[in-house]
Each structure stands twice: as C-alpha cells, then as structure tokens.
C-alpha cells in the first residue's frame, strides 16, 4: 500500500535509477562493502549458497572479499538488469573474475535465487534506495534458509546534512530523500519475520577540493528521489549559485577542502526456523500426563 511506502521517495524516480545501467560501482560503496565484510568474522553460522544483490551497484571488489571469506560456498548474483550487471563485472572485474563470471554466468546471474535456498544475503548500500523496503526485506527472507542471515549496510538521515540546511537556507526543496533511521530499519526486519537483528551505524566525513568535485560524486551516489524535487532542470545560473554557496558554506571557517557528513548503517538479522502454530483445540492423552507428572516428582537417580 503506499501509506507503507517511505514518505520521502518517489517510486517513479527509484525505479528509473533502478534501471539505469550502472556501468562502475562508486568507490564509497566498494569502502562500505571492506568494512561491512569485516564484520564476517564475528558470524559462524555455516554458508553453502549466498546471493548478492545487484552486486553491480553494491560492489564487485566486496563480492570478491566475500567470496574469499566462504571459498567452498555457491555465489548468486541477483539483479533486475542482469544484462547491464554482466556488463559491469566484464568491464570492471579482475581478469580471473572475468573468467569466472562468464563460466558462471548462465547459473549464477538471476533474478531472483531459488526459495529457502542461501544461508547468506548480501546486500551492499542498496536499502536506502528503494521505494518499497518492505518488499525488498520480504524477498531477503523468502531466498533465505532457516537460520540464513542478511547483511546489509545503507545510508542513515545524517547523510548531507550540511547540503540539506544549505538548500533549506537557500529556500530549495530538499537534495535529496530522507534515509531511514537504524532503529526503524531494525523494527521492520522484525516485521519482516527476521529474528536478533544487530545494528550500527558510524559517520564519514568525506573532503572535496571543488564543488564541481562534489556534486559529480553525489551524481555517482545516486538521484534526489524526494518526491518534493525541483520539477525540472536548472539553468547554468543556478548552477553557478550552488556551487558558489558549497564554497561559502561547506569550508571549515579557516578554510580547507569541503566538507559533507555520511552517516553508514549496517545491519544484520537471522531468518528464524519457523513455528508451529497451536491449533485452537488440542488434545493430550492421559496417559501422557500421567507420564510427564510421573517424571516432574521422580528423584534423581532413581529408576
């Protein structure tokens, strides 16, 4: 329903970023994926089969980190644009990458996974950019086995929060959408039908010599998908004011590189093995209680 949608994305504008071809993964999402994988280390549930989610905008470099971390394990690599991934790990992979993926490339490169089938979900800087987490966390926990578990990191709503107050002095819609709080990401795992989910979050501060710097990184982050946006294109005059107010408000005041605030979440929660539910009426021979009562007052040793 769409009172279940985040109320500060467009679904039209995610599905449009969606489909458009990633040709390289942006080097923030490849640092992302080296910290998230580090944190491999503190699970030891076993894993045969994962799947990765549009590893070609989550990153090909963290693919392979995983990949080393569970050598003997079968990667899956899920995407809505299989074509424009395959592309992306041609251009972009190492060459024994290469290699590989085009071995695999008829069996590992899905759509969706087999069903109750992977102990592990990877999923890299991709929640926060969906209109419809809520099935985005549903298909994690459909490909999932029990006791499977998801990692995934995304943005948090401290990302640009020196871009955002500059548009809100300068009297412009918002930059970009607001990202989801790490509690809430919490609850609706929860919601999802995933158990124990573990959250943490910490802020980059990234520098930029020139706003004409930044502003090409932010375009290689992603789209403003606030459903509030600029309706249309900017002239150069708006350009030229932008960039002359990243200059003026985003330098520390002894001067230096810009300066703009990321804030990473990074979560993972188990797929719980199911539970039985009671049946409204329940029947219990007596014998069997006898039984069990028998056993309650028995003393210890005794036969």
Known sequence: MATDLPPTIDPSAARRWAARPHARTPWLHEEVARRMAERLAVIRLPVRRWAHWEPARSGLAGHELVAAHYPDAESF?????AGHALSAIEKEATPWWRRWARAAQARALVAA???GAMQLVWANMLAHQVADPQALLADWHRVLSPDGFVMFSCLGPDTLRELRAL??????PP?????????DWGDQLVAAGFAEPVMDMEHLTLTYDTPAR????LRELG????????????????RRRLETALDER???????PLRLTFELIYGHALKAA?????APETAIPLTAMQDALRQRHRKPGAP
């Open 223 to 238: 789209r403003n998908q606030h459903p509030g946006r600029h309706a249309a294109l900017r002239a150069p005059a708006w």
């Open 113 to 115: 996974p087999p069903e």
């Open 167 to 172: 548009y809100a002095a300068e009297g412009w």
């Open 77 to 81: 690599r899920v995407s809505a644009q």
């Open 175 to 183: 930059p970009a959408q607001a990202f989801t709080d790490m509690h």
């Open 214 to 217: 930044l502003l090409a990184e």
């Open 250 to 256: 985003l330098r520390p005041p002894g001067g230096g």
């Open 274 to 278: 199911p539970r039985h539910a009671l």
